[in-house]
């Protein structure tokens, strides 16, 4: 038997119900807030990602799906989404067709990582990016949108975590006051984060190795370093999220490693999801464009774990879907009327109604129980006595009642369908 790899994972029928929720709650929030959809190549050349996420990090380093093409050009399925919304932003020039672009996305990713719950070497995320502004309103902005989308999802268990980051200047200050604290504690670090010392000390921050954080809990804060506009901005953001009640807390150790963040970071948390807490982040990148070739232009986003939602939502059990139905199940009782069945099915299927038939011979008995377990909220008897008199049966399932049409009369037929339809 050929399986999926690891990592990867089948959406049955039965699941796809709870994607489809999520993503028309994904649509409808990002439409109030008039963004408009983006959607990407699913890879492109790996210097996008090298030169956007940053050569020194786990994702570069060691979890990319990276190969090369016929032409030996080297490619990357895409591990993130918004190095390439930044690339397309550039390489179309959205920012002259309009100064401030709001655009949003739902979209597979890749990753080459250990899979657990709620992580996958194909995972799925949601997100968006604003690209042409740098007030802070923007970025209180993501952050109520990121959470009147888990809101609407009915999640509970929700923790909204906040930090500024500075401007990059005031940030390599705090890097060398951070850098004298640990110099003397780098043998009780692990060996990544001794590396991190070097490379990128900020990252250290986001270890999960208890020794670590143990070591870095009285360290220097990053937002007592940070400069003056940068303060006046997250006091903005707070005020904001406060004013449209957003609960958050303030967390001193939210970072971001790379060099092109600045200012607001977020994340939002579920303690439903085991060690993976994290249903999304995001933050200000007012480099990165400059960064990937572009003019100098702000920019803020968010991504958001699709899998880890859907699985917040099922240990929360917050999900209420109602249940899956058809309109109409044709039972076909003598077999020679199987073509007349698929033309009235047509018929109706064209006139926007959910129409099953039987395609296996099965006894009208058994096609009876396939209605009873599509939940179909009519059955259309085709066949029998009534036949010979060009009589059809309609029979509304919730009441059992049945009702004698003619069918020589098709428009009486749709007409009465849809009567009962929208009173059903």
Same mark, same amino acid.
């Given at each position: 038997?050929?399986?999926?790899?690891?990592?990867?994972? !089948?959406?049955?029928?039965?699941?796809?119900?709870?994607?489809?929720?999520?993503?028309?709650?994904?649509?409808?929030?990002?439409?109030?807030? #008039?963004?408009?959809?983006?959607?990407?190549?699913?890879? /492109?050349?790996?210097? =996008?990602?090298?030169?956007?996420?940053?050569?020194?990090?786990?994702?570069?380093?060691?979890?990319?799906?990276?190969?090369?093409?016929?032409?030996?050009?080297?490619?990357?399925?895409?591990?993130?989404?918004?190095?390439?919304?930044?690339?397309?932003?550039?390489?179309?020039?959205?920012?002259?067709? *309009?100064?401030?672009?709001?655009?949003?996305?739902?979209?597979?990713?890749?990753?080459?990582?250990?899979? *657990?719950?709620?992580? *996958?070497? *194909?995972?799925?995320?949601?997100?968006?990016? %604003?690209?042409? +502004?740098?007030?802070?309103?923007? !970025?209180?902005?993501?952050?109520?949108?990121?959470?009147?989308?888990?809101?609407?999802?009915? =999640?509970?268990?929700?923790?909204?975590?906040?930090?500024?980051?500075?401007?990059?200047?005031?940030?390599? +200050?705090?890097?060398?006051?951070?850098?004298?604290?640990?110099?003397?504690?780098?043998? =009780?670090?692990?060996?990544?984060?001794?590396?991190?010392?070097?490379? #990128?000390?900020?990252?250290?921050?986001?270890?999960?190795?208890?020794? !670590?954080?143990?070591?870095?809990?009285?360290?220097?804060?990053?937002?007592?370093?940070?400069?003056?506009?940068?303060?006046?901005?997250?006091? $903005?953001?707070?005020?904001?999220?406060?004013?449209?009640?957003?609960?958050?807390?303030?967390?001193?150790?939210?970072?971001?490693?790379?060099?092109?963040?600045?200012?607001?970071?977020?994340?939002?948390?579920?303690?439903? $999801?085991?060690?993976?807490?994290?249903?999304?982040?995001?933050?200000?990148?007012?480099?990165?464009?400059?960064?990937?070739?572009?003019?100098?232009?702000?920019?803020?986003?968010?991504?958001?774990?699709?899998?880890?939602?859907? =699985? %917040?939502?099922?240990?929360?059990?917050?999900?209420?879907?109602?249940?899956?139905?058809?309109?109409?199940? @044709?039972?076909?009782?003598?077999?020679?009327?199987?073509? /007349? $069945?698929?033309? @009235?099915?047509?018929?109706?299927?064209?006139?926007?109604?959910?129409?099953?038939?039987?395609?296996?011979?099965?006894?009208?008995?058994?096609?009876?129980?396939?209605?009873?377990?599509?939940?179909?909220?009519?059955?259309?008897?085709?066949?029998?006595?009534?036949?010979?008199?060009?009589?059809?049966?309609?029979?509304?399932?919730?009441?059992?009642?049945?009702?004698?049409?003619?069918?020589?009369?098709?428009?009486?037929?749709?007409?009465?369908?849809?009567?009962?339809?929208?009173?059903?």
């Amino acid at each position: 038997m050929i399986k999926s790899i690891p990592g990867t994972k !089948d959406i049955l029928p039965e699941e796809i119900i709870y994607w489809k929720n999520l993503e028309n709650i994904v649509h409808q929030i990002f439409s109030n807030f #008039n963004y408009k959809e983006i959607r990407t190549p699913i890879f /492109e050349e790996t210097i =996008l990602f090298s030169r956007g996420i940053g050569e020194e990090t786990d994702i570069v380093g060691k979890e990319m799906y990276t190969f090369f093409d016929k032409g030996n050009t080297s490619l990357t399925l895409k591990p993130e989404m918004t190095a390439s919304v930044v690339r397309s932003f550039i390489e179309h020039s959205l920012g002259k067709l *309009q100064p401030l672009n709001k655009l949003y996305y739902i979209s597979p990713m890749f990753r080459q990582e250990r899979p *657990q719950a709620g992580r *996958q070497r *194909q995972f799925h995320q949601f997100g968006c990016e %604003a690209i042409g +502004s740098n007030s802070p309103i923007l !970025d209180g902005e993501i952050i109520i949108t990121a959470y009147r989308i888990l809101q609407k999802l009915n =999640l509970k268990d929700l923790k909204v975590k906040i930090n500024s980051l500075g401007i990059p200047s005031a940030r390599e +200050s705090y890097k060398k006051i951070l850098r004298e604290y640990l110099r003397n504690k780098l043998h =009780l670090l692990s060996e990544d984060s001794r590396k991190r010392f070097e490379n #990128n000390i900020l990252r250290i921050f986001d270890s999960k190795i208890e020794s !670590d954080i143990d070591v870095v809990k009285d360290a220097p804060k990053l937002i007592d370093y940070i400069d003056d506009e940068s303060k006046k901005d997250f006091e $903005v953001v707070k005020e904001l999220l406060t004013n449209n009640e957003i609960p958050f807390e303030i967390d001193s150790k939210l970072v971001r490693g790379l060099d092109y963040y600045c200012k607001t970071t977020f994340e939002i948390i579920s303690g439903k $999801v085991g060690a993976q807490s994290a249903l999304c982040g995001g933050g200000r990148y007012d480099l990165l464009i400059e960064q990937l070739g572009g003019p100098p232009t702000p920019g803020v986003g968010f991504a958001a774990g699709i899998e880890r939602i859907l =699985l %917040a939502c099922k240990n929360e059990n917050s999900t209420t879907l109602p249940e899956e139905s058809i309109d109409i199940f @044709i039972i076909r009782i003598d077999d020679e009327l199987i073509k /007349e $069945v698929f033309n @009235i099915a047509d018929i109706l299927r064209r006139g926007s109604l959910k129409v099953e038939i039987d395609y296996l011979g099965k006894s009208v008995k058994s096609q009876m129980r396939e209605a009873n377990k599509l939940k179909a909220k009519f059955v259309l008897l085709i066949g029998g006595t009534e036949y010979k008199y060009q009589k059809y049966i309609l029979k509304v399932m919730k009441t059992g009642e049945q009702i004698e049409l003619s069918a020589n009369n098709f428009l009486e037929l749709q007409s009465l369908i849809y009567q009962k339809i929208s009173a059903y």
